[in-house]
């Protein structure tokens, strides 16, 4: 094909290849989180903190003023 012809899509073709586009970059976003040791072991300590109730509930952003402020 001549690098320099044009191509015609459908808008719902073309509507679809965008959506692939977004869940293709989510799935590599997904796999660069999963290679990230670093990050994949501060969630684990997370989700341990979490079942072991240490954990603070927020009702407002005036109990995260409390929390950074110490009071």
Same mark, same amino acid.
């Given at each position: 094909? /001549?690098?320099?012809?044009?191509?015609? =899509?459908?808008?719902?073709?073309? *509507?679809?290849?965008? @959506?692939?586009?977004?869940?293709?970059? *989510?799935?590599?976003?997904? =796999? /660069?989180?999963?290679?990230?040791? /670093?990050?994949?072991?501060? =969630?684990?300590?997370? *989700?341990?903190?979490?079942?072991?109730? @240490?954990?603070?509930?927020? *009702?407002?952003?005036?109990?995260?003023?409390? =929390?950074?402020?110490? /009071?």
């Amino acid at each position: 094909m /001549d690098e320099t012809a044009t191509v015609q =899509i459908s808008r719902e073709a073309f *509507e679809t290849l965008c @959506r692939l586009r977004a869940e293709l970059d *989510e799935v590599l976003e997904t =796999i /660069d989180c999963l290679n990230d040791h /670093d990050l994949m072991a501060s =969630i684990n300590r997370s *989700e341990e903190d979490r079942r072991e109730g @240490r954990t603070t509930r927020l *009702e407002s952003s005036a109990d995260l003023d409390r =929390i950074w402020t110490g /009071d």
